[in-house]
């Protein structure tokens, strides 16, 4: 298949499990910022993909779940493998994979490969019995791929000498703004969390030609903003209520990206957006489940990743990620890990848009070819109002509404 249509199929799938993952994340983080990348997240879980049995429960699911339309694995390597090269062009843009192995396993010829050639991440063996060393060794290798913004993503409690792999992305990304926000123009002005409450945030301001865009379908308008010497730019969506983002963000379940950036035309706009800074971690375990893809911690069938085949399952799904957004730009990272175990575990007007981001908000960081990058909203929530989550035995994590639900 042509490289345009490998990559045309590669976007389509991001965009439609970027907005599927990015609703039951939703569901699950009422309380606090969101940031994301589903992309990294896919990378973990196509990675996975690869050692799943074909034509089997497990790879069903996972081709569900994650939204290919080829259930053909040698097809679906070649999209990520096509995306992750294309990444590379990119000095703002850092995205790197990882495969740590226990010591004395060995994977199979097939499964080595495309983890290598299709996923540009050479195997590398761990002691995972001494869970201190490999959890430092792993943690380390993720502060130095996200210039040291992500930190401990894996626990070593999560490791023993059970731990057969560690599947892990990360992305780091650092871009100016093409036109840059002027630090003079940046004050306190308020912010309504809802449609009565209100606080103070650092605004940005700017008037400057944007693209942007009426999206009357989700009571909300968009506004693109492009980074400096490259093909990406975030986009924000604002609702036109104080209090729309709940209606915004479920309309989104079934608004593709492009049918957003289609109608956004190059005109002058006022901006106000908050300086913010998020940070979000989770375990993903209800969340894959919430999409279909149960089967991969109970009874899966991975048999073509180890020579010597073993019940394995996967423990733990584990996502981190960082954004700060200022009058320079935008400063993002995201991580993923999989641990995988042996069964025993238009037309330019004079008078500007008004663009005034003075409440609640989503925003994705998006590539022109291959789309979504990262996902989140901005809430501003009162640390006062959120809520101790309880954690949950099994997660050993905060554990989200959708796994009580199990």
Known sequence: MAEKDVSTEFTNSLDTFSR??????????????????????????????MGAKDDSETSRQLDAGLKFSSTDVSHIADGFHSALQYYQKYSVLRMANKVYIMDNVHLRHDFSDALTQKFLSAPESINFRNAQKSA?????????????????????????????????????????????????????????????????????????????????????????????DTELFMLVLLPNRKDGLADLENGLKSTTLESITSVLFHTKVSVKLPKFK??????????FQAMGMDIIFNNP????????????????????????VNEEGTEAAAATAMLVYFEMMTPTEDEPKIFHADHP????????VYGCLFMGNFKQRDPSSIKTPELCTPCKSECPRLHAKK
């Open 136 to 228: 430092a060794t792993i943690n380390a290798w993720v502060e130095s791929q996200t210039n040291n913004l992500l930190k401990d993503l894996v626990s070593p409690d999560s490791l023993s000498s059970d731990t057969r792999l560690v599947l892990i992305n990360a992305v780091y990304f650092k871009g100016a703004w093409n036109t840059k926000f002027n630090e003079k123009q940046t004050r306190n002005e308020d912010f309504f969390v809802d449609d009565k409450n209100k606080i103070q945030v650092s605004m940005m301001n700017a008037t400057h030609d944007y693209f942007y865009g009426e999206l009357p379908n989700l009571d909300a308008k968009a506004l693109r903003m492009s980074y400096k």
């Open 278 to 287: 998020t940070e979000f971690s989770m375990e993903l375990t209800p969340v």
């Open 20 to 49: 599927d993952l990015y609703d039951k994340l939703v569901g699950v983080s009422a309380d606090k910022d969101l940031i994301c990348s589903p992309l990294s997240i896919q990378i973990c879980a196509g990675m996975l993909r």
């Open 361 to 368: 908000f989503c925003y994705i960081i998006c590539d022109k």
């Open 301 to 324: 069938e991975f048999d073509k990743m180890l020579e010597k085949i073993e019940p394995l399952k996967v423990s733990q799904i584990v996502h981190k990620a960082f954004i700060e």
